[in-house]
């Protein structure tokens, strides 16, 4: 049976459990081929949005380049808040998209309540068996130890009623090539079956499959490839604290012309979803820690950088500090485990004055996440010592004249991604990792 085949006959749709980025996504790419998509989700603003064709995340629009409105007209995209209308023969696929995490832990909450829901396809007489694709990050072993034993329990027979995969995700929501389509995707299954219909499923979409033998490789790859660069990014931190006299940033760019090497720059730390999270998640399945020491030093190192930045600023004698960026990453308005948070509490403790603006994030947001009031950009740099630029949204390169006029007070500056680097400026300007910084 080719589920491919079935898919774009229009008789069979598929469901996505979570229309956040990585769910959204999916539909989008999906319909985008003509496939019927219905996405589920607990968040009733979040579907009557993608009902009337307006993005829940406003952020995604330059990313997908595209509208997708009209992808809901010809009915090809519709959200829910009704699970039951995903439980039915019609589905031939579920692509879970929930959260798995939650303050820096694994959290199975949403999954298990997504998996429990699907399961009542059971009792439906189902001829044609449906596929349920994780795309949501799994830490290492979770399938063989939880969900796995949960199929068990529901005595849903893997293979036979039902089929499973774990494709983890890697898209870069900033750049809208690295995508669905575009980026190498790795999949993993529990048995034959599953294997051929995932693939069939997913090169819908997926330019570039990459089959593991099986579903435990497919669930490792997703925290080993981000443990990989949660350690060299580190090793940059490293690097500028052991020589802070000397530029280690320029370093760094230069090493990364050599062929097999990347650049990594120096910073307040890894923020995110998944960087900060994949060596936890190593670590929390490994018996014996000290056969993993990178790792644990890793994370210790990266903890400790906002603390080591705000100490340093309170050092130099500083006591005004503006912070330009709540979220991660530049024009995204996510501030999940942004490093930015820690590093404000850190500051605050310190005893500076601290306020934050972000265009993507309103002051109530700000105030909920932070407790610290934000401010008005660009007008309100003139109220500050010391400046602190976390990520390089665009908003923030307004014209040079017009910044140095508001930075006239200003006597240090961090600039984390380089947001400002070819402005020029004379207020102690540090780009991070370069000589000085901290
Ligand atoms: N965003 C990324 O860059 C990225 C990249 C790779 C992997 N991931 C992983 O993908 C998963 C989802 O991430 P995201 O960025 O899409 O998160 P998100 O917060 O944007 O979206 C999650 C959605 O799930 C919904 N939800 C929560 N509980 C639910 C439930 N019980 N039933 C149905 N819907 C529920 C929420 O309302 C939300 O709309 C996470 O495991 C994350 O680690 C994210």
């Known amino acids: 049976m080719n589920y491919k085949k079935l898919l774009k006959s229009k008789k069979f749709k598929i469901a996505i459990w979570g229309t956040g980025y990585i769910g959204l996504s999916t539909m989008v790419y999906f319909s985008k081929e003509k496939i019927k998509c219905v996405g589920y989700d607990i968040d009733r603003k979040k579907v009557r949005k993608i009902n009337s064709g307006i993005l829940p995340q406003a952020d995604l629009k330059n990313w997908f380049g595209f509208d997708i409105t009209k992808l809901v007209k010809n009915n090809y995209l ?57 795309e949501s990050t799994l830490a290492p072993k979770v399938s063989d130890k939880k969900i796995i034993p949960f199929f068990k329990k529901k005595k ?11 494709a983890p995700r890697r898209d870069w929501f900033i750049e809208g090539v690295k995508n669905l389509k575009n980026l190498d995707r790795v999949y993993g299954s529990t048995d034959i079956k599953s294997a051929k219909v995932a693939k069939d499923v997913l090169s819908i979409v997926c330019k570039k499959l990459h089959m593991a033998s099986s579903y435990k490789v497919s669930e490792m790859v997703k925290s080993v490839e981000n443990a990989y660069r949660h350690m060299d990014i580190t090793l940059a931190n490293q690097l500028s604290l052991a020589f802070p006299k000397d530029n280690m940033r320029e370093v760094l760019k230069l090493v990364g012309t050599k062929w097999n090497l990347e650049t990594f720059h120096p910073g307040i730390g890894a923020g995110g979803y998944c960087i900060p999270l994949s060596s936890r998640y190593i670590l929390s399945q490994v018996r014996d820690n000290n056969k993993l020491t990178l790792l644990r030093e890793t994370i210790k190192t990266d903890d400790r950088m906002n603390l080591l930045v705000a100490r340093s600023i309170a050092k130099k004698g500083y006591k005004k500090i503006g912070v330009l960026g709540l979220s991660y990453k530049g024009d995204l308005k996510v501030s999940v485990l942004s490093k930015v948070i820690p590093l404000v509490n850190a500051l605050r403790k310190n005893r500076l004055n601290v306020k934050l603006f972000d265009p993507y994030f309103t002051s109530k947001e700000i105030k909920n996440i932070l407790g610290v009031k934000t401010f008005k950009f660009p007008n309100d740099l ?57």
């Open 78 to 134: 519709k959200a829910t808040s009704k699970y039951s209308e995903l439980i039915s023969e019609n589905f031939l696929a579920h692509f879970i998209a929930v959260p798995t995490e939650k303050n820096g832990k694994p959290y199975f909450k949403a999954l298990f309540d997504v998996l429990s829901k699907i399961s009542k396809i059971r009792g439906k007489n189902i001829k044609i068996p449906p596929i349920i694709v994780v």
């Open 382 to 438: 003139t109220k500050f010592d010391c400046v602190i630029v976390s990520v390089d949204h665009k908003k923030f390169k307004i014209p040079a004249i017009k910044l140095k006029k508001y930075l006239k007070n200003c006597k240090y500056i961090i600039d984390h991604d380089g947001a400002w680097k070819n402005y020029n400026l004379k207020n102690n300007y540090h780009i991070s990792g370069d000589s000085g910084w901290i």
């Open 156 to 166: 849903l027979k893997l293979g036979q009623d039902i089929l499973f995969s774990v």
